[in-house]
């Protein structure tokens, strides 16, 4: 029974996302979503790729300025997640082949969003 | 080769609830390239992790979306509670899944309204809205909520619902079926309703699979994530079986959706004859430690994501939600390449978007 809850996510290196991409689209995994997490100036960028109910989870760290290489080219839905990514957290992808180019969100408040204080002191 | 023109589908627009913007690059009739964006209610409320503390993101999470709100607050309230090592007592599992199950049904017939709103079929739109309102009525019973129901917390639920009133439940459930059945047979056999969605919107199997699209939008191309098969709330013990469709069109998810509404029915009917006694939340003490975990869960429009991460403090670094219809965009945008404009309403009607909990 596969569960619903995991708490093991591997450790990437940046040279190594492609290839890991390239690996899982042949396995015929899905993406299921990238996210980023901002603490002291340390950014990390989250991969989940999925296959039917199976989850497998790589964590890349991105040091301020870096670009990461876009998994477009082998999963194309990924576009949704590296533009809001690059959006809200400042994170640039070389080669997708969607870039909005900082206009996938059309928000008000000027992004990226920079880290507050706990409890908003 | 006819002249290209880009038509501005919203983000205001009759067919859509909520806002999000296509760029229809059209020929002639045919829609040619459709480019999404969105942000236009974004809220930030991932964000406001950093100023509200891991319990009170119970209540901003389930105001992520109004529909599947009970959803968001049982994938957050889970997330934490793996990462707490909290077990959960069974009768608050088997709550849960019943509520999710009502949330899923609320949610169908609202949207099979608004597919009969898109095609102009007014009273149909209405009565689906109607018998919607008996299940908004059940919660305000159970919970004192229509919308957000504040049912959940970390560690159970904030209340019990005694058994007499979960059978009066079922027995409302079980009323409704003929005249559910009256509804749906329109959406299944009329020719006209049928004519507008057998056909249109076809998102082949191996394309679905590997655009990520999730929930009724997958398993009507026969693409099967629902996380409900899986060990997620009490689905394995009352044997749970996935609604698949492989006519992979308009017609299979409105399909999927109408099953899986008299699906809830059995689902509910099952764990309120089930349901064990006992507590309803457990005691715990100390704070999220140092590490993260993610849920999974299955809301109405398919598999959600959740993330937490601790620090040792009761604020989080991080609670990450990734909605279905995040997921279901890539498809939308893939379905609608290459189709007639006049279909655009029923294809997007039919990956039933999410702009609220997408913009969350």
Redesign the interface.
Known sequence: MTSYMTKEVAGLDRKDIMSKAEEMSDKGYRIIQMCATSKNGITDVLYSYGKDLDMEMYKVDVPEGVSLPSITSYFWSAFIFENEIHDLFDVKFTGSVLDYKGNFFKLSTKTPWKTVAKGGE | MGKRTIIPFGPQHPALPEPI?LDLEIEDEKVIRA?P????V?R?LE?LV??N?YQTMTYIMERVCGICSFGHSWGYC??VE??MDIEVPQRAEYLRTIFMELSRMHSHLLWLGLLADGMGFESLFMNCWRMRERILDIFERTTGGRVILSFTKVGGQHKDVPNDVLNDVVSILNGMKKELKCLTDVFIDDTSVRNRMIGVGILPHDET????AVGPTARGSGV??D?R????GMY?DLGFEPIMDVQCDCYARCKVRVNEIYQSIGIIEKAVKGIPEGPVSVQFKGMPPV???????EQPRG?A?Y?V?GNG?R?L??A?V?TPT??N???LVKVLQGCDLNDVTMLVLTIDPCISCTER
């Open positions: 913007h480019v964006s969105i942000g236009y974004h930030g964000k950093e100023k503390d889970s997330a793996g990462l699979r590997k655009l990520g099967n994530n996380q098969s899986s060990d997620f394995r590490g993260e975990c993610v849920v999974r869960i598999e994501f993330y991460r403090t604020y670094d991080r990450r990734r995040n997921a965009i890539p498809a």
